[in-house]
Nanobody, 124 residues
Framework: QVQLVESGGGLVQAGGSLRLSCAAS????????MGWFRQAPGKARECVAA????????SYVDSVKGRFTISRDNAKNTVYLQMNSLKPEDTAVYFC?????????????????WGQGTQVTVSS
């Protein structure tokens, strides 16, 4: 079992930055692919960023490339999402997810555990 708790969301003006954290419990964190997803009202959940077991490989959706950075600290069982140059269209609930099926994953059905989500609101 892996339990995930996100933090760091909030309200920020366009152009600002936020850093999301996801603290994981459980022995399998170091062998889990980790991902950050977001879901805006009326829209499908999308994978914003993903990182492999050891952090050597990352993947980003095109809309956040160059602005968001995913990283992980396996000694602290924590994954981060640094979000810079935020835009109003980044407004969504952001979820952290852990997957045991693949070294890195970008599809929701490839993930086994989910956090409760944290709201990110970017004002124009």
């Amino acid at each position: 079992q892996v339990q995930l708790v996100e933090s760091g969301g909030g309200l920020v003006q366009a152009g600002g930055s936020l850093r999301l954290s996801c603290a994981a419990s459980g022995r399998t964190f170091g062998s889990s692919a980790m991902g950050w997803f977001r879901q805006a009202p009326g829209k499908a959940r999308e994978c914003v960023a993903a990182i492999s077991w050891l952090g050597w490989t990352t993947s980003y959706v095109d809309s956040v490339k160059g602005r968001f950075t995913i990283s992980r600290d396996n000694a602290k069982n924590t994954v981060y999402l640094q979000m810079n140059s935020l835009k109003p269209e980044d407004t969504a609930v952001y979820f952290c997810a852990a997957g045991l099926k693949r070294p890195i994953a970008t599809m929701a059905n490839e993930y086994d555990y989910w956090g409760q989500g944290t709201q990110v609101t970017v004002s124009s």
